[in-house]
């Protein structure tokens, strides 16, 4: 049972910037696709970004892109979420999330139905 912990969530102002990460202790995470979602009061949880287990593919959600990169390094079983421009809109709690094999990872954002494996989530909050 992969046990997924994201980390570097926070409060932050208009147009700031985080980096959140994603590790399984102890597991190794490059059999792994993995996704970043994310889910505001009251609202339905959202695929953000997803790359597959090597990292030679990604997705990203339009209202994010060009301000979200998301990436992995596979000798340190982590993922990344770096956020940059951050709005209030963006104030949510992300989950990173895992899914065995090679998904289409842009399927694998638009329903995480089929996600194997999440992780308890970080509170990422921008004030404005």
């Known amino acids: 049972q992969l046990q997924l912990v994201e980390s570097g969530g926070g409060l932050v102002y208009t147009g700031g910037s985080l980096r959140l990460s994603c590790v399984v202790p102890?597991?190794?995470?490059?059999?792994?696709?993995i996704g970043w979602f994310r889910q505001a009061p009251e609202t339905e949880r959202e695929g953000v970004s997803c790359?597959?287990?090597?990292?030679?593919?990604?997705y990203t959600t339009d209202s994010v892109k060009g301000r979200f990169t998301i990436s992995r390094d596979n000798a340190k079983n982590t993922v990344y979420l770096q956020m940059n421009s951050l709005k209030p809109e963006d104030t949510a709690v992300y989950y990173c999330?895992?899914?065995?094999?090679?998904?289409?990872?842009?399927?694998?954002?638009?329903?995480?139905?089929?996600?194997?494996?999440w992780g308890r989530g970080t509170l990422v909050t921008v004030d404005s």
């Open positions: 790359i597959s287990s090597s990292g030679d593919r990604t």
């Open positions: 102890g597991f190794t995470l490059d059999s792994y696709a």
């Open positions: 999330g895992a899914l065995r094999g090679s998904p289409n990872v842009e399927a694998m954002c638009k329903s995480d139905s089929t996600i194997a494996y």
